[in-house]
């Protein structure tokens, strides 16, 4: 994962392997009633019922393998991708990422949940995690907890980010789940509600890194919407399932975006794979780091 001079996102060879893991700031809104996107608002009575609901108690999924503590192949390939995205955001005041995919499948949610979790495991750094894919949440699934109250409650309900927040035990990661399923969320994304809490998040949290799992970009607007509001992208692709021209329109989807790298997923070889022209359109100077073999869809 890297960048060059330029403004052209590079990818290139990097130690891959293939291993099989086991088994802000609250919304002003009081609901966006929209066609068919299913918002709700639920008023005070609504936001009293959030406020008095249980503590979630989180339960982290095997395939988090970044919380194992292990010093295996899957872990230490996170710990590289950490590296280099810390190195990038120290030095140009970076702090707010979001990663992302071409179509569904490719492991984005699983990677930047792990990515995630090892930022979290350096003394000194504060992460919050947030689930942004409202059309598909599963995020809350690998910490065992209920989806809402969420990031589309608080945007679109006033729900308090403090109230939605779960603590993971995992060094300083909270985590922000997705919320209620919205079927079109775009416009709340490209609404200045969410301009709004990233712009707040970035300013109030400046010492804490912020990593956003999002839906895919090639089908669906809001995550392209979403690349032009953060400080960084990156963009994971799945063995078997990534394709030169799939890669070639999503870094086109995401013109205007700052594509920091390519996280190749699920390598069955350690070699960056053989896409014919690639290295002619984005020149030799690549980077690019494997995950673990997922296992996961999302």
Not at 132 to 151: M, T
Not at 188 to 205: P, Q, W
Not at 217 to 240: H, Q
Request: glycine share 12%.
């Amino acid at each position: 994962m890297g960048t060059t001079p330029s403004a052209t996102p590079s990818v290139a060879p990097g130690p891959l392997h293939r291993d099989t893991a086991s088994g802000v700031v609250p919304g002003t809104a009081s609901g966006i009633a929209r066609g068919n996107n299913g918002y709700r608002a639920v008023g005070a009575e609504g936001r009293a019922a959030y406020a008095d609901s249980k503590p979630r108690q989180v339960t982290l999924d095997q395939k988090l393998i970044a919380a194992s503590g292990f010093d295996d192949p899957m872990s230490e390939e996170y710990r590289k991708i950490k590296g280099r995205l810390v190195s990038l955001a120290r030095q140009k005041g970076m702090n707010l990422f979001m990663v992302t995919s071409s179509v569904m499948g490719e492991g984005k949610t699983l990677v930047s949940a792990n990515l995630a979790i090892s930022l979290a495991q350096e003394y000194d750094n504060t992460v919050l995690y947030i689930d942004a894919d409202l059309r598909a949440p599963c995020a809350h699934g690998l910490f065992g907890v209920e989806a809402s109250p969420g990031l589309s409650d608080c945007l679109m309900d006033g729900i308090p980010l403090h109230e939605a927040l779960v603590p993971t035990g995992v060094g300083r990661l909270s985590f922000l789940p997705a919320g209620r399923q919205l079927t079109n969320p775009g416009e709340l994304f490209a609404s200045s509600l969410m301009r709004d809490m990233l712009h707040e998040m970035k300013r109030r949290y400046a010492d804490r890194y912020v990593i956003i799992d999002t839906a895919p970009a090639l089908p669906f607007a809001e995550t392209r919407v979403l690349g032009r509001m953060v400080d960084g992208v990156l963009l994971v692709a799945r063995e078997n399932i990534a394709t030169l021209n799939g890669i070639s329109k999503t870094l086109e989807a995401l013109e205007g975006s700052n594509l920091m790298g390519v996280i190749y997923n699920d390598a069955s070889h350690p070699a960056w794979p053989s896409f014919p022209g690639y290295g002619d359109r984005y020149g030799t100077n690549r980077y690019a780091y494997g995950a673990h073999r997922t296992g996961q869809g999302q």
